[in-house]
């Protein structure tokens, strides 16, 4: 049996605003053919370095493949990620995820395009990537590549601004769980629907309304996660949604599965994945 583990990690002072959590991902090779490998939408970016072994990630219809030593970056998903390490070896990756009010602050690209995508960090900021993804390979010890890793996201931040409007619309939509609506910001802040759709997709590669569902469902899951039964998560889920066909659709479309099917199976990846 595989054995694999996510092994948390505390940023620094200065990224914790910007980082949902930081761990260390560890497997003595590939996961057992029964488990999904399964990793649900959770409204993080993620910034990945396959320090031992690589990474294969299928999104949708479409397969990503990070190699030893690489660096990437995860836009914003909304679609299920079915994840294995690239060969049946022992492997090593440190994932940082950045939360909807941090991958701006820290990289000034198109997050439009590199929506449901893993994408090589040379490929999206060139020569510094290239540079960095040098120093880590080099660096033997994990401690060190994760000392280099943050001490280049604190340089990164200091090149940005924040965007009060846009941290001001990513909170309001955490505090309410996902269940403020784009008309309740509007009036809020006196800027069209419009005006927010394209401010978010700047900063975040998607609107308001799509991140909402993917907070909203998260709540959920969490709960599904730690062993929570469907039939104790009834009460709430009249509180998210109309009723409980409207919360299968949500749950189909975020794990590819019904409750019952998902419930059934193994899964312990996408469990430890949002335990951890």
């Not at 505390?10 to 399964?38: C, N």
């Amino acid at each position: 049996m595989t054995a694999f583990r996510f092994n948390p990690v505390t940023p620094h002072p200065l990224l914790a605003p910007y980082i949902s959590k930081m761990w260390v991902f560890e497997s003595s090779g590939r996961l057992p053919d029964q488990d999904r490998k399964l990793i649900v939408p959770n409204a993080n970016l993620k910034l990945a370095l396959t320090y031992r072994n690589g990474l294969v990630a299928r999104i949708a219809d479409k397969t990503f493949i990070q190699s030893e030593n690489e660096l990437s970056l995860t836009g914003l998903v909304d679609s299920p990620v079915i994840l294995d390490p690239q060969d049946d070896a022992q492997t090593g990756t440190i994932i940082i995820e950045f939360n909807p009010l941090g991958a701006y602050r820290l990289f000034h690209l198109s997050y439009r395009e590199v929506k449901n995508k893993i994408v090589v960090l040379p490929d999206l900021i060139g020569n510094r990537a290239e540079e960095l993804q040098s120093q880590l390979a080099d660096a033997g010890a994990l401690d060190l590549k994760l000392q280099i890793l943050q001490n280049f996201l604190i340089k990164q931040l200091e090149k940005t601004a924040p965007d009060p409007i846009y941290d001001y619309c990513i909170n309001r939509i955490s505090d309410f769980r996902g269940l403020i609506s784009v008309a309740q910001l509007e009036k809020e802040t006196g800027y069209s629907a419009r005006w927010l759709h394209a401010k978010f997709s700047e900063h975040l590669g998607t609107g308001p309304q799509n991140l909402s569902e993917i907070v909203r469902f998260k709540q959920f899951y969490e709960a599904y996660s730690t062993g929570t039964k469907l039939q104790n998560l009834k009460e709430h889920i009249y509180h998210y949604y109309y009723d409980q066909s409207h919360f299968i659709r949500a749950f189909k479309r975020f794990t590819g599965f019904t409750p019952t099917d998902l419930q059934n199976s193994i899964n312990e990846l996408a469990t430890k994945h949002y335990t951890s």
